[in-house]
């Protein structure tokens, strides 16, 4: 099954293809199209779950904090028919 990624990368609309095998997350997926450096965040995103073992909601939201910084929003992946 094939999946799209829909999302916003400094205020302009962007679309790609995504495939679970090349990339760790949706998040991955579209910093690479991007061509964004996630060395820094891949070692804090470590340290945290190594602290918050169980917590999902501060990992959950520690993403979406870090890639707003980066200038992206509105990450929705979509299937295609």
Request: aromatic content about 20%; proline content about 0%.
């Given at each position: 099954m094939?999946?799209?990624i829909?999302?916003?990368y400094r205020k302009q609309p962007k679309d790609i293809g995504y495939a679970n095998d090349k990339h760790?997350?949706?998040y991955d997926a579209v910093a690479s199209?991007?061509?964004v450096d996630l060395a820094e965040f891949h070692r804090?995103?470590?340290q945290l779950a190594n602290v918050c073992r169980n917590d999902r909601k501060t990992m959950?939201?520690?993403r979406?904090?870090?890639f707003r910084k980066l200038g992206f929003s509105d990450v929705v992946i979509e299937r295609e028919e």
């Open positions: 094939a999946f799209r829909r999302y916003h760790r997350s949706v199209a991007e061509g804090v995103e470590s959950k939201d520690f979406e904090e870090y």
